[in-house]
T-cell receptor, first 107, second 113 residues
Framework: GQNIDQPTEMTATEGAIVQINCTYQTSGFNGLFWYQQHAGEAPTFLSYNVLDGLEEKGRFSSFLSRSKGYSYLLLKELQMKDSASYLCAVKDDKIIFGKGTRLHILP | DTAVSQTPKYLVTQMGNDKSIKCEQNLGHDTMYWYKQDSKKFLKIMFSYNNKELIINETVPNRFSPKSPDKAHLNLHINSLELGDSAVYFC????????????FGPGTRLTVT
């Protein structure tokens, strides 16, 4: 079956680093995505990994291990505006989203 | 110069009614999608069209009928609305079915009373 797991909620402090994990079990794999969704808004694309390793984009990095069915999103130098839900999604013949991790940033 | 737009943004209606949500994209993309996000924020794909042809049709009640008059538009018609249809419906588009970055519309919050 298709399954994507990520923590429901996390809390971190402004200026700190946080890692949001995602594990997946899907029948096929054509890439893994991370999206950010602020409350009441649409998801926006953050990153895409199809090969193993780390992809860095500014304060955000995403890592993939296909053999382990595992990814993480790393957010550095946290800002209050990073308070949002972070959605892990896997593409086989379509995109399947996880239930999202709600990240709370404390001042 | 909105990329993906949806109307209406909010829709409140009674059980049993029929309603439509419209989506338009001006990105020149070939592929469009409808997603449903429920109260627990779980985002799930419903339909996908590529160049007006249906390519993904998830297990969705047949009360939901998508229509794509051209590749820039994908509308969603819902018959006999039920309480469980209350959710936020997002439209999205990509240049083609193999592209990974989805461009989402602002969403339509549907409340069925």
């Amino acid at each position: 079956g298709q399954n994507i797991d990520q923590p429901t909620e996390m809390t971190a402090t402004e200026g700190a680093i946080v890692q949001i994990n995602c594990t997946y079990q899907t029948s096929g794999f054509n890439g893994l995505f991370w999206y950010q969704q602020h409350a009441g808004e649409a998801p926006t694309f953050l990153s895409y990994n199809v090969l193993d390793g780390l992809e860095e984009k500014g304060r955000f990095s995403s890592f993939l291990s296909r053999s382990k069915g595992y990814s993480y999103l790393l957010l550095k130098e946290l800002q209050m505006k990073d308070s949002a839900s972070y959605l892990c999604a896997v593409k086989d013949d379509k995109i399947i989203f996880g239930k999202g991790t709600r990240l709370h940033i404390l001042p | 110069d909105t990329a993906v737009s949806q109307t209406p943004k909010y829709l409140v209606t009674q059980m049993g009614n029929d309603k439509s949500i419209k989506c338009e994209q001006n990105l020149g993309h070939d592929t469009m999608y409808w997603y449903k996000q429920d109260s627990k924020k779980f985002l799930k794909i419903m339909f996908s069209y590529n160049n007006k042809e249906l390519i993904i049709n998830e297990t969705v009640p047949n009360r939901f009928s998508p229509k794509s008059p051209d590749k820039a538009h994908l509308n969603l018609h819902i018959n006999s609305l039920e309480l469980g249809d209350s959710a936020v419906y997002f439209c999205a588009s990509t240049p083609g079915p193999g592209y990974y970055e989805q461009y989402f519309g602002p969403g339509t919050r549907l409340t069925v009373t």
